[in-house]
């Protein structure tokens, strides 16, 4: 750290020079030059007057390698190659000179006095190059068999250090469209996905799965666009598809214990959001046994969450230093709504919303120089990628993916997105 202008100047009426100074606390000797006069200038005291005749200090570098050299001057006085190589001390019969530049231009002082300021610059390379010596190598032979097996070391508190498993399962849009002269339900939310995760939620061990929203696309209650025929009483089987695959992730998981967490998304608010332009009457209507309990039409009590033992968050699900969130940001680009999570933040965040898969970290350093990493992360959707759900097209850039995410006393540790491409995912050395 460079010290105050008095010492600096304390210092050098010492007998420090400024080069010293620059040298002593890692600077240039501009900077401390700058601040010794301004200090003397504030404090009034003498500042010599440099006469307009004065001769400018030469500057020579000088720069040798093994067989190579460069040797500069920025002078008034320097002005030509032989002066440049007679002041710099070259050795002509050990060095010749391969190139050399000279320029000249004007500089006008404080005074308005005009000079020239010359520039001299030289290559060299050595007469007799230094002969390079490689030392003599040879192979290193061992007998594996007399090698000692090295041991893992474990540490003593492992015992202690259980793990904490997160299944994210990110924009289902439970949904249909309907054939207008067949009936038949053509779905969004794409089954053979969500299979995959059950498999794997009823194969390992898992302690939460978390929706992180837009379960419902609630396709039919959309302000956004035209309502087509093909949304028309798609909402009830919708209910229905949703519910039967929220249960199962909790019946089939292998951990009977496991915790469902539902996050509420954009599209799973347009229910309630219709209800209160054109409804309002029924809105936060509870059943007469229960007025105190959840409103008749809610998402949470269409799709049964509170009698299945799901949690239901409005925005986010916080677990340790990381936040659940759908998030409302979409920006183009991949990677660059991950990014964007990552500002202004010292928690790691696992969104949604955008439909594909995303993973940025970055390391911070606080003012006391410690080190702390974050990342950002969405798994992808698990709806269908192909331009059925309203609002998207055959090219856009969506993809299908699941978020496992592991953590060690609140820690997150571990955070993987399976990429499921074809209907088909590999995880824990076992294809789904």
């Given at each position: 750290?460079i010290?105050?202008?008095?010492?600096l100047y304390?210092?050098n009426q010492?007998?420090v020079s400024e080069q010293e100074l620059?040298?002593r606390y890692?600077?240039?000797?501009?900077i401390?030059?700058g601040?010794?006069?301004?200090?003397k200038?504030?404090?009034h005291?003498?500042?010599?007057?440099?006469?307009?005749?004065?001769?400018?200090?030469d500057?020579?570098?000088?720069?040798?390698?093994e067989?190579f050299?460069?040797v500069?001057?920025k002078s008034?006085?320097?002005?030509?190659l032989?002066?440049?190589?007679e002041?710099?001390?070259?050795d002509?019969?050990?060095?010749e000179?391969t190139?050399?530049?000279i320029?000249?231009?004007?500089?006008?002082?404080?005074?308005g006095?005009?000079?020239e300021n010359?520039?001299?610059?030289?290559w060299?390379?050595?007469k007799?190059?230094i002969e390079?010596?490689?030392?003599?190598?040879?192979p290193?032979?061992?007998?594996?068999s007399d090698?000692?097996?090295?041991?893992?070391?474990?540490?003593?508190?492992?015992?202690?250090r259980?793990?904490?498993r997160f299944?994210v399962?990110?924009?289902?849009h439970?949904?249909?469209?309907?054939n207008v002269?067949?009936?038949?339900?053509?779905?969004?939310?794409?089954?053979?996905?969500?299979q995959?995760a059950?498999d794997?939620?009823?194969?390992?061990h898992f302690?939460?799965?978390l929706?992180?929203?837009d379960?419902?696309?609630?396709?039919?209650w959309?302000s956004?666009?035209?309502?087509?025929?093909?949304f028309?009483?798609?909402?009830q089987?919708?209910?229905?598809?949703a519910?039967?695959?929220?249960?199962?992730?909790i019946s089939?998981?292998v951990?009977k214990d496991?915790?469902s967490?539902?996050?509420?998304?954009?599209h799973?608010?347009?229910?309630e959001k219709?209800i209160?332009?054109n409804?309002?009457?029924?809105?936060?209507?509870?059943p007469?046994d229960?007025?105190?309990g959840e409103?008749?039409?809610?998402i949470?009590?269409?799709?049964g969450?509170k009698?299945?033992?799901?949690?239901?968050?409005a925005t986010?699900?916080i677990?340790?230093?990381?936040?659940?969130i759908?998030?409302d940001?979409?920006?183009k680009?991949?990677?660059?709504t991950?990014r964007?999570?990552?500002?202004?933040?010292?928690m790691?965040?696992?969104?949604?919303h955008v439909?594909?898969?995303?993973l940025v970290t970055?390391?911070i350093?606080g003012?006391?120089g410690?080190?702390?990493?974050i990342f950002s992360m969405?798994?992808?959707?698990?709806?269908y990628?192909?331009?059925?759900v309203?609002?998207s097209?055959?090219?856009?850039?969506w993809?299908?993916?699941?978020g496992?995410?592991e953590f060690?006393?609140d820690k997150c540790?571990?955070?993987?997105?399976i990429k499921?491409?074809d209907?088909?995912c590999?995880?824990?050395?076992?294809?789904?």
């Amino acid at each position: 750290m460079i010290p105050s202008a008095k010492k600096l100047y304390e210092l050098n009426q010492s007998g420090v020079s400024e080069q010293e100074l620059a040298d002593r606390y890692s600077t240039t000797r501009n900077i401390v030059h700058g601040k010794i006069y301004r200090y003397k200038k504030r404090m009034h005291l003498d500042i010599p007057e440099k006469d307009d005749d004065d001769e400018s200090v030469d500057v020579i570098n000088k720069t040798f390698e093994e067989d190579f050299g460069e040797v500069y001057s920025k002078s008034r006085t320097i002005r030509t190659l032989e002066k440049l190589i007679e002041e710099a001390e070259v050795d002509l019969e050990e060095w010749e000179i391969t190139k050399h530049v000279i320029n000249k231009w004007d500089v006008t002082n404080k005074f308005g006095t005009t000079f020239e300021n010359w520039q001299v610059k030289a290559w060299l390379a050595r007469k007799n190059p230094i002969e390079i010596v490689m030392p003599l190598l040879s192979p290193v032979v061992i007998d594996v068999s007399d090698l000692r097996a090295r041991r893992a070391i474990k540490s003593d508190d492992r015992s202690n250090r259980s793990i904490t498993r997160f299944m994210v399962l990110n924009d289902p849009h439970f949904g249909f469209d309907r054939n207008v002269k067949t009936g038949e339900l053509i779905p969004y939310h794409n089954e053979k996905i969500l299979q995959i995760a059950l498999d794997i939620v009823s194969e390992h061990h898992f302690d939460y799965v978390l929706w992180g929203g837009d379960i419902l696309d609630a396709n039919e209650w959309s302000s956004h666009w035209i309502k087509r025929p093909e949304f028309v009483q798609t909402t009830q089987p919708a209910l229905i598809e949703a519910s039967k695959w929220i249960a199962s992730f909790i019946s089939e998981s292998v951990n009977k214990d496991i915790k469902s967490i539902a996050l509420m998304g954009n599209h799973d608010d347009r229910i309630e959001k219709y209800i209160i332009d054109n409804l309002p009457n029924v809105y936060m209507l509870s059943p007469g046994d229960d007025p105190d309990g959840e409103s008749l039409l809610s998402i949470s009590n269409l799709l049964g969450l509170k009698r299945m033992g799901v949690e239901k968050y409005a925005t986010e699900y916080i677990h340790g230093s990381t936040r659940f969130i759908h998030g409302d940001i979409a920006r183009k680009g991949s990677g660059n709504t991950a990014r964007i999570h990552t500002e202004d933040t010292l928690m790691n965040t696992v969104f949604a919303h955008v439909h594909r898969r995303e993973l940025v970290t970055k390391t911070i350093i606080g003012s006391g120089g410690e080190r702390k990493e974050i990342f950002s992360m969405c798994p992808g959707c698990t709806c269908y990628t192909d331009g059925r759900v309203p609002g998207s097209s055959e090219r856009s850039n969506w993809q299908n993916g699941i978020g496992i995410l592991e953590f060690v006393n609140d820690k997150c540790l571990s955070h993987q997105i399976i990429k499921i491409d074809d209907d088909t995912c590999v995880y824990n050395n076992v294809v789904y």
